[in-house]
């Protein structure tokens, strides 16, 4: 259609009907049964008549389901505009991929939307037009369960991968002509905004940040979002500068719309237009309904009170009905881009769906992603990879050694039948090795607290826990090597999955150690949606790798990894702290008036804690490979840069595999502001890039450095950058010291 017909359809439409555009019910409201619950349900007091109109819903899913429900719906509504499926398509749909915090760790944008397309290709083919994804949270505290969802601890980082999302979802067609092609889908960036830094952690928390800090360190990822074309934007169930998202005129209006241009449409999350009563800055659902459409708030998830509430309001006078058909206009201009008016099906069909979901081309991308996400954190004597001849018989034990829960929290659609298990691919992939599988634990011990969406989760094993164990500790005694497979239960991170204590359930530490006290040689495979205090485990095992949860291909990629197949060469996307008591800890921190240095590390006063080191176990971009690699020195192309119309800097190093086999390295360029008018972090991201070395081999790689890049928001409030002495690092992770110096003149 075009605008000028979707303006005639507007102008045709009751109140009632427009009211019902800007409202989303869960899916069990337009077929009975079928209702995933992704947030509590409260009373929704529509009638028949008005579910009818309702515009959209989530969480249904299914290509003959979809099918049926359009059609049923459409013909029952007035002027027959189709109805909008969401769900959260988060790492993939039934393909499961790496959860985003591995995806980070992967340092690979191109891999990273190569899975959004992937995902997108699968959604579409289930029916579905929206996913609400990415998620673009800054996180740089573990102990909020929600970490796993988001890309990580930094906004270069992140806006890297959130233009990949976007861009993978949404596809190239959209980009072009402003049109969908069947086989995207368009992507509901979320939570806007400053989601990820709720007070100690806890889950819906307030948020309390600077405006500053909110504009250099959270808001990035999301710009690049919308400038990569983001067609829809969620709210967040905080608190910011103690205004709730969902009534943040600040916030929708004021920024996402008028000074980034944002044109689309946005959402509150679950419910949290009701929420707004709860927050206690709404007294009743009239209030709450006026609040959110003040704050530039088009879609009502899960609630009822646009629909309700809005003719009345409308009526009223007390909001103006040009605000409400502004709302309903970018409503419907999403649906026409999605080509719903022209076809409301999008061509799918079962046959259709059936051939792409969980196809071996979608299994291969799935198994490229784990690989190239798995982060090697210790490799003492080169235990691994393993060895038919060198590693003798292994033994691999826990509770992941066998289990399909591998696809994190926010993987609705996963199905573990479906995935691969280590020890399914070990049996396949290790004949010439001797092997022998023990469960050994539990996930968690019965008093953890694990919750899924539909109630309490029992963490349960095939027998008592000394059982289990002494049937492990045989094992091991009588292996040459252990792999471990330990971790988190998958919905201890995710959604309301906040926790105090992050270290690995405690069920799981007695099996460690009592597998380490029978046989040294253990290779800790470890799941985890978060960074987690590894002390014990780090201490405990020679060799550490994680792999988060990486999804349908998950024993596959981890056999292969363990065997050399594949060389390690993820990153961390976010420091792993030493301890809870340092949370938060980031690479980018500040110096501090009274920093700890190399000389003075014997006096009192200064920046540091009593019992514990400042720095993270493990810090943001660290990861080993089975191979080394060397860097020269940094060479620059100058010595300065000019702030007006001067030419870019090149920065470049040159990398050697000095080892024995090919590898990925993650080249990885920070820069540090040395004096600046506001205190600025010790140093930042400002360029990756991921290349292979055979051994022996060596290759340059250079960096582009401009002055945007070096630009800051200045103590008067504006963003630029200033004239003085900079630093670049290039080396293999946050830490590195190879750098040179340049001026900006
Ligand atoms: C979550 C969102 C999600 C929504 C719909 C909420 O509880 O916070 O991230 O997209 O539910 O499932």
Same mark, same amino acid.
């Given at each position: ?10 102008? =045709? ?41 309702? !515009? ?6 299914? &290509? ?37 915090? &591995? ?11 190569? &899975? $959004?397309?992937?995902?997108?290709? =699968? ?94 360190? *959270? ?10 074309? $983001? ?177 994190? $929290? ?28 023990? =469960? ?16 309490? +989760?029992?963490? !349960? ?34 959604? &309301? ?89 980031? +690479? ?29 176990? *493990? ?109 670049? +690092?290039?080396? =293999? ?13």
């Amino acid at each position: 259609m075009t605008e000028k017909e979707l303006k005639k359809l507007l102008s =045709e439409m009751s109140l009632e009907e427009k009211a019902g555009q800007l409202e989303q019910l869960p899916f069990g409201f337009f077929e009975d049964g079928n209702t995933v619950l992704t947030g509590p349900m409260g009373e929704i007091s529509l009638t028949r008549e008005q579910i009818a109109l309702t !515009g959209s819903t989530l969480s249904g899913c299914g &290509a003959a389901k979809l099918r049926r429900v359009q059609r049923e719906y459409m013909e029952n509504h007035p002027h027959h505009i189709p109805l909008l499926f969401m769900m959260d398509i988060i790492n993939g749909c039934d393909t499961i991929f790496p959860i985003p915090l &591995a995806q980070g760790a992967m340092f690979d944008p191109q891999r990273v939307k190569k &899975a $959004a397309q992937t995902a997108a290709r =699968e959604a579409a083919a289930r029916g579905l037009h929206v996913t609400f994804s990415p998620m673009l949270d800054t996180v740089r505290d573990p102990r909020w369960g929600r970490v796993m969802e988001s890309t990580g601890e930094d906004p270069y980082l992140n806006s890297e991968n959130a233009k990949a999302m976007v861009k993978g979802y949404q596809g190239q067609d959209f980009g072009k002509t402003g049109v969908f092609a069947r086989d995207s889908v368009a992507a509901c960036i979320k939570h806007f905004a400053g989601y990820g830094a709720p007070l100690g952690g806890r889950d819906y928390n307030a948020v309390e940040l600077s405006d500053r800090t909110l504009r250099e360190d *959270y808001l990035p990822a999301y710009k690049a979002a919308v400038d990569a074309g $983001a067609q829809m934007v969620m709210t967040s169930f905080n608190t910011l500068d103690r205004v709730p998202s969902t009534a943040n005129r600040r916030l929708f209006s004021d920024l996402l719309r008028e000074e980034w241009g944002f044109e689309g449409v946005s959402i509150t999350d679950w419910a949290a237009m009701a929420e707004l009563m709860e927050h206690r800055v709404a007294a009743d659902d009239l209030e709450a309904c006026r609040l959110a459409m003040d704050a530039g708030i088009d879609i009502d998830m899960c609630t009822g009170i646009y629909q309700f509430r809005l003719p009345q309001l409308v009526k009223k006078g007390v909001i103006p009905v040009k605000k409400l058909d502004e709302a309903v206009l970018r409503v419907l201009k999403l649906k026409n881009a999605l080509g719903l008016f022209e076809d409301p099906y999008r061509g799918i069909d079962e046959d259709a769906e059936q051939a792409i979901l969980l196809s071996d081309e979608h299994r291969k991308q799935a198994r490229k992603a784990a690989e190239e996400s798995f982060v090697l954190l210790k490799n003492e004597g080169g235990l691994l990879p393993l060895d038919p001849e060198k590693s003798g018989k292994v033994a691999f034990i826990g509770p992941f050694s066998d289990s399909g829960e591998v696809s994190g $929290a926010w993987s609705i659609l996963a199905d573990p039948a479906k995935c691969v298990t280590i020890r399914q691919a070990a049996e396949k992939k290790m004949k010439k090795f001797r092997l022998r599988f023990a =469960e050994g634990s539990a996930f968690a011990d019965a008093e953890d607290p694990i919750a899924g969406f539909d109630g309490p +989760y029992i963490p !349960g094993a095939s027998g008592p826990e000394e059982e289990l164990i002494a049937d492990a500790v045989e094992a091991a005694k009588e292996a040459d090597t252990v792999v471990l497979c330990i971790g988190e239960h998958r919905l201890m991170t995710g959604e &309301a999955s906040s926790r105090a204590n992050i270290q690995i359930p405690a069920v799981q530490a007695r099996l460690l150690r009592a597998v380490s006290a029978v046989n040294r040689n253990v290779v800790t495979v470890l799941f985890t949606g978060r960074p987690l205090d590894l002390r014990e485990v780090s201490s405990l095992s020679k060799a550490l790798l994680v792999v988060w949860f990486p999804g349908t291909e998950s024993g596959n990629a981890i056999v292969n990894t363990l065997t050399g197949k594949n060389n390690p060469s993820g990153k961390l996307p976010m420091s792993f702290p030493w301890c809870v008591g340092q949370v938060p800890v980031f +690479y980018a921190s500040f110096s501090t008036g009274r920093p700890v240095t190399d000389n003075n590390r014997d006096m009192k006063f200064l920046s540091r804690y009593m019992d514990i080191p400042n720095d993270p176990l *493990y810090s943001f971009g660290f990861g080993l490979s089975y191979t080394s690699f060397s860097f020269s020195e940094v060479s620059l192309s100058g010595k300065s840069i000019k702030r007006r119309g001067g030419k870019k800097l090149t920065a470049g190093v040159r990398v050697t595999n000095t080892g024995d086999r090919a590898g990925e390295c993650v080249v990885q360029m920070y820069i540090r502001d040395e004096v600046s008018s506001v205190a600025r972090p010790v140093r930042e991201l400002k360029g990756f890039k991921r290349i292979t070395l055979e051994p022996g081999v060596s290759e340059e790689v250079a960096f582009e450095i401009s002055e945007k890049m070096l630009r800051f928001i200045g103590i008067d409030g504006k963003r630029k950058s200033e004239p003085g002495k900079f630093t670049v +690092y290039i080396g =293999e992770d946050s830490s590195t010291m190879n750098g040179a110096d340049f001026a900006l003149m």
